[in-house]
């Protein structure tokens, strides 16, 4: 959009929706809102688990190496069977009632951690931990999968997803670790418990307390989510996916089905290699960000200050990634992030300086964060649901896998690497075994991000760096549609126009749809008159601007963002002219008004039909009068934007009208608009009712 500041791809008004907006419709949802707090239930026993079994195993044996691997045997034994057994719990939710499987999962975890707390014996504590990681490997794919099945529309996926992300990571942790501090603490104040063994029953209490939060939620989804168990509620758009195998063919043939599926998506293939890199420059980040930070040269300190920035940048780019998502089409913003995490990873691993370092690592959070957000989005609102559960699994258990392999290797390959001494300039640096291991992270990351972004990308007319300096910048424009617009006054015909405009266009390579005029729906425009009794200009001008903005919001939008080509007559130029020239209300209200209900939203291309009204000059009735003064109104808006307008003489009959408006633009389309013009020329067609007495042969087709 050349003319029109601010407006973007989502510029109708619920894409220009503020954070708070969003949020607050999506928590409208009572279904979801439920989920969102038993999701918060479940967050604090999981981050709670890790604690109190850490706690607890330090308190079931006297032997100091084994309580310094306490930490490490409850991460490893509560991870590895999401490495194992993560695709069979993506089955379950694609097979099974997912509510019911919730539920079950909820109990088993809650009967394991009550079994940890009365056996207590070490060995117990590792194995009921592993079965509690199997329950939860149950469990978070059928959430997953359910939610888009909650929500009221599919866009909707996105901020239910930041949500979730910031219950998890935020909120949950938060409480977690205070009623952690709050429940070992409370024997110093209250003594419950003897002395001599007031910390193993304390710790054990930590145990039952999160096994009973377990519980909680097992009654809560079944007794108050029962939404959780519906299937397929939003009709996916058309898109380049093969559908997935529905039938129920036994437990092999689903798994090998969910993998036939990946290797025939692109959008999934290229999901899944993209996050296989973003994973690995993250394990590569963590495995070596310890020695990393000694390497500065800045004390203790560094290390801490780099886990805050990396945190602050991932919490940046969670809250960020919808504005951007609006934008930049989500498959064109996942390569994009994880090629940018990637290149700001090679400013950490070349980093001489501290400050550097957190800027760099500042801006690999912001990116994974806006890559992990987007892939998650792609999965919930573009995978089908009879095997959305299978992807989810899978995309949780290649997070899982490939930051623990990162994790595990990663420091023996620094040990073997070591420091090395080198001159420079006349002077020595030396460089430690963390700088290659994080250049090698940021290559692996940035071939899978190219491979993504090559895999999903949809090959939209608008080039890839032009792209995403519109998603940077302040007022961007609208990259994906085009949006043509046929303006005249009453007394020329712009629906016939119109229509054979877009059976024109048809010839082209890119969808096109027919927007009717909001000012001209009599039937919803009278009855909203009518029905408020809106006597006076400006309430009716009201009116007009409600129909407008929900024809804008419902049909013209959405075709834009999917990058169909949209045509439409009078879409604002005609009904401003008309209310400033016949209601005699102020232009530039007016045109606020239009701002407002539109989102902002102008046409690409606006086509002007230039003809005298029916009437000479010298008449004087009040309808001339007002023909004459909507026609002077238009040829100076045209005037005043001429890249934006294409005036065409409307004399003459309706077959020539549309081959100048034919001619006109085969010298716009040129250049980067060459995809919209026709591959082949069609004869000008018109409507039953408009053709011409002397041209009977001439081919007809029905305006819609």
């Known amino acids: 959009m050349r003319s029109v500041p601010g407006a ?28 969102w707090g038993v999701t918060y239930l479940c967050s604090v026993a999981d981050w709670l688990n890790i604690l109190a079994l850490t706690g607890l195993a330090t308190k079931l044996t006297d032997n100091y190496f084994a309580q310094n691997f306490a930490f ?27 509510r019911k499987v919730m539920v079950v999962a909820d109990l088993l975890r809650c009967g394991f951690l009550l079994s940890i707390a009365i056996v207590g014996a070490p060995w117990w504590l590792l194995v009921g931990n592993f079965l509690v990681g199997c329950a939860s490997s149950m469990w978070i794919p059928s959430k997953e999968a359910a939610v888009p099945n909650l929500l009221r529309r599919p866009d909707q996926v996105e901020t239910a997803n930041q949500l979730g992300m910031v219950m998890t990571y935020g909120l949950a942790v938060i409480t977690a670790a205070g009623a952690n501090a709050i429940i070992t603490g409370v024997n110093t104040t209250f003594h419950l418990f003897p002395n001599e063994s007031a910390s193993l029953s304390i710790a054990k209490l930590v145990v039952m307390i999160t096994g009973l939060l377990y519980l909680a939620s097992a009654i809560l989804i079944a007794t108050r989510i029962p939404e959780l168990s519906l299937r397929n509620v939003h009709a996916l758009p058309e898109q380049k ?3 997935a195998d529905e039938e129920k063919l036994g437990m092999g043939r689903m798994i090998a089905d969910g993998f036939r599926f990946i290797r025939s998506t692109p959008l999934v293939r290229g999901l899944l290699i993209g996050a296989f890199g973003a994973f690995a420059a993250g394990g590569a980040v963590i495995g070596s960000a310890k020695p990393y930070s000694s390497s500065l040269l800045a004390g203790d300190s560094a290390f801490n200050l780099l886990v805050l920035a990396v945190f602050l940048g991932l919490a940046t780019g969670m809250a960020t990634a919808p504005k951007l998502a609006r934008r930049l089409a989500h498959d064109r913003l996942f390569g994009i992030s994880i090629v940018a995490a990637a290149l700001s990873l090679l400013v950490v691993a070349l980093s001489p300086h501290l400050t550097v370092s957190l800027i760099g690592v500042f801006f690999v959070g912001i990116w994974a964060g806006t890559a992990f957000l987007t892939g998650v989005t792609i999965i919930g609102s573009r995978v089908e649901d009879a095997i959305r559960g299978r992807i989810n699994a899978i995309y949780q258990l290649m997070m899982k896998l490939v930051l623990f392999g990162t994790t595990v290797t990663v420091p023996v390959l620094v040990g073997l690497l070591n420091q090395h001494t080198f001159t ?24 899978a991000g190219l491979f993504a972004y090559r895999q999903m990308d949809d090959k939209r007319t608008e080039p890839i760096l032009a792209d995403l300096r519109n998603a940077l910048r302040f007022t961007p424009r609208r990259v994906n549609g085009f949006l043509i617009a046929v303006e005249g006054t009453t007394a020329i015909n712009t629906a016939i126009q119109a229509v054979n405009l877009a059976d024109w266009l048809r010839a082209g390579t890119r969808p096109v749809a027919v927007a009717a005029d909001p000012a001209l729906d009599d039937h919803r425009l009278a009855a909203l008159v009518s029905g408020a ?3 006076g200009a400006r309430a009716q001008a009201l009116a007009a601007a409600a129909v407008r903005a929900d024809i804008v919001e419902r049909h013209v939008q959405p075709a834009l963002d999917a990058g169909s080509v949209v045509v439409m007559e009078r879409f604002v130029d005609s009904p401003l002219a008309h209310l400033s020239a016949v209601a005699g209300l102020d232009s530039d209200e007016l045109e606020g008004l239009a701002d407002w209900a539109t989102g902002r939203l102008r046409p690409d291309l606006t086509i002007l039909l230039d003809a005298a009204p029916n009437g000479a ?29 294409v005036v065409v003489d409307a004399d003459g009959t309706d077959v020539e009208v549309a081959e100048r408006i034919r001619t006109a633009l085969r010298a716009v389309f040129v250049g980067r608009l060459a995809s919209l013009a026709p591959t082949t020329e069609k004869p000008v067609t018109l409507p039953m009712e408009t053709l011409p007495a002397e041209t009977p042969e001439e081919p007809r087709v029905e305006a819609k």
């Open 8 to 35: 973007g791809p989502g510029a109708s008004s619920g894409a220009e929706a503020s954070t708070i907006n969003r949020v607050r419709r999506v928590l409208a949802i009572k279904p979801f809102r439920r989920l």
């Open 72 to 98: 490490v045997g409850v991460v490893l034994t509560g991870l590895a069977p999401g490495l194992l057994f993560a695709p069979i719990g993506g089955l379950l939710a694609d097979r099974f009632d997912r």
């Open 241 to 243: 996916i093969k559908p």
């Open 424 to 447: 420079v300039w006349g002077g020595s640096a030396t460089v430690d075994g963390t700088r290659p291991v994080m250049l090698g992270g940021a290559v692996i990351a940035l071939v």
């Open 533 to 535: 009794s809106l006597t």
């Open 617 to 645: 000059p010298r008449d004087k009735s009040a309808a001339m009068n007002d023909q004459w003064r909507v026609q002077h109104l238009l040829t100076e808006m045209a005037a005043a934007d001429p890249d934006r307008y």
